[in-house]
């Protein structure tokens, strides 16, 4: 009980702040999403396009309760990880030496790498995805196979990317760290169905839905991806041992030379723990397992993301424990404790505005545009137009910058040098429905109402989920009979 409490409370001292929080990039689908505002939206979100309906039921309770008020959203989002911290130190201790589970749960509870699932409202799919895993994981521990099946099946509907939890469970029962039971293998075999048939589901799901960021419209082939996440995954290793350079927007373009280098250092890592420490890298071995649905040939849009490790941590960490048990460090430990929780409380705070996260991760890559663009979103109209300006000297190509210019000059009130840069947005892209859709918001406050109506029009046609579009249409007055 007492190692319980001070885990929790080591928790919300690091992550507590995260209450004052406001929301950042696409925690503001949720209020543009109008099944999530609806009040029959309870039943909307389990629709089969929806790929983490459990979550987005989450999102809609928030709204219903809550509307925009950002506590709530936090709240919810920091409660469940406390769950998980609970029972993170509940599975560990029955499978680890004590301290060993003690410096594994500290690492999952308090690291600031798991800074950004905890303070990123939208990251919620993974904080309740890694809690009800952790739930199969404690049922089967006590040799409940069954409800083991049944938490990983609605860890699933919360986020596809624990798909990887049956593989951990079958390199646990072969490397004999779970306790003795029955019935192991069966349903085992039923998890990896349901992985297999969530796996199927995403894939379709994001071939259908126009502009989904991941699968065959990630702008990345699955070769590619895997080449790069060696790299993605030795900064995931560097950022745990070594809690600098964290960023929610990390550059991943390693040469080809690089990445293969990437690759093998991580092997050779791998075989060197199993061999020199079989314990230990047992649980490295299982750090990997589970990063491979984020980490592997599925390519999604952001080739890094410091939240796919929050569950991974959790083996990470068992394998540092287990390597740290053989000596009496308790003080260096209580120290190194402190050190990181003071870093995530820094690391929360840079969460509170959008200014500071993404001024910081402009820092982190300057040659990237995305933080450039967020970051004028989040400054005053003239000094993100100056940005801007600035960015498109070293990218006079990218259409996101004009598209942005075009955004900030409209909300100024300038509708005709609006209306120019959402052009050469187009010129630049000339099938984004987003971008075609601001050149209609542009001639509707010219008062050329036809031409914004064809705007509107072809958007739809081109996505028609894009909410904005068929919000703008249904405004227009109807058009002149014939």
Not at 121 to 145: K, P, Q, Y
Request: charged content about 15%; hydrophobic content about 55%.
């Amino acid at each position: 009980m007492r190692a319980r409490l001070l885990l929790l409370a080591a928790a919300l001292v690091a992550f507590g702040a995260s209450l004052g929080a406001g929301f950042h990039f696409d925690d503001y689908a949720i209020f543009s999403d109008p099944v999530l505002g609806s009040p029959s939206g309870w039943f909307q979100v389990w629709t089969p396009l929806q790929t983490r309906p459990l979550t987005y039921f989450t999102f809609w309770l928030n709204r219903q309760i809550g509307g925009g008020d950002p506590l709530g959203y936090h709240l919810l989002n920091l409660a469940i990880h406390l769950g998980a911290v609970t029972l993170a130190w509940e599975c560990l201790r029955r499978l680890l030496p004590e301290r060993a589970a003690l410096v594994a749960s500290v690492l999952f509870a308090i690291h600031p790498i798991q800074s950004e699932a905890v303070n990123y409202v939208w990251a919620r799919s993974i904080l309740l995805a890694g809690l009800l895993t952790l739930a199969a994981l404690h049922s089967w521990i006590e040799d409940r196979r069954w409800i083991t099946v049944v938490w990983f099946g609605l860890a699933l509907l919360a986020k596809e990317e624990v798909a990887a939890f049956p593989l951990l469970l079958a390199w646990l029962e072969y490397r004999r760290v779970m306790p003795k039971g029955r019935q192991r293998w069966v349903p085992i075999a039923a998890m990896a169905a349901l992985s297999l048939a969530a796996g199927i589901r995403v894939i379709w799901a994001t071939t259908v839905v126009a502009g989904a960021p991941a699968g065959v419209q990630a702008g990345i082939s699955p070769w590619k991806y895997l080449l790069e996440q060696g790299f993605a995954q030795l900064r995931y290793l560097q950022l745990l041992a070594v809690p600098y350079g964290f960023t929610i927007d990390p550059e991943i373009a390693p040469p080809t030379w690089l990445a293969l280098a990437a690759w093998a250092l991580l092997v050779a890592l791998i075989v060197f723990v199993v061999r020199r420490a079989p314990s230990a890298g047992t649980w490295l071995v299982s750090g990997f397992f589970l990063l491979l649905p984020s980490s592997s040939i599925f390519p999604a849009a952001d080739l890094a993301a410091d939240r796919r490790m929050y569950l991974p941590v959790l083996a990470f960490g068992a394998a540092i424990g287990i390597a740290l048990n053989r000596f009496r460090l308790e003080p260096v430990l209580a120290v190194a404790a402190v050190i990181l929780a003071g870093i995530s409380v820094q690391r929360t705070l840079i969460w509170m505005s959008d200014q500071s996260l993404w001024r910081e991760a402009m820092e982190r890559a300057p040659e990237k545009i995305r933080p450039k663009i967020q970051l004028a979103r989040a400054l005053p109209a003239s000094q993100g137009l100056e940005l801007l300006n600035k960015a498109r000297l070293s990218a006079p190509h990218e259409p996101s910058i004009a598209a942005e210019t075009g955004r900030i000059l409209l909300g100024e009130g300038q509708p005709d040098a609006a209306l120019e840069e959402f052009g050469r947005a187009l010129a630049l892209s000339p099938t984004n429905p987003q971008y075609i859709n601001n050149r209609g918001v542009a001639l509707q406050a010219l008062g050329q109402t036809e031409a914004a109506r064809a705007d509107f029009v072809r958007a739809l046609a081109l996505d028609p989920k894009l909410t904005e579009a068929r919000d703008n249409l249904a405004k227009l007055p109807p058009p002149p009979q014939q």
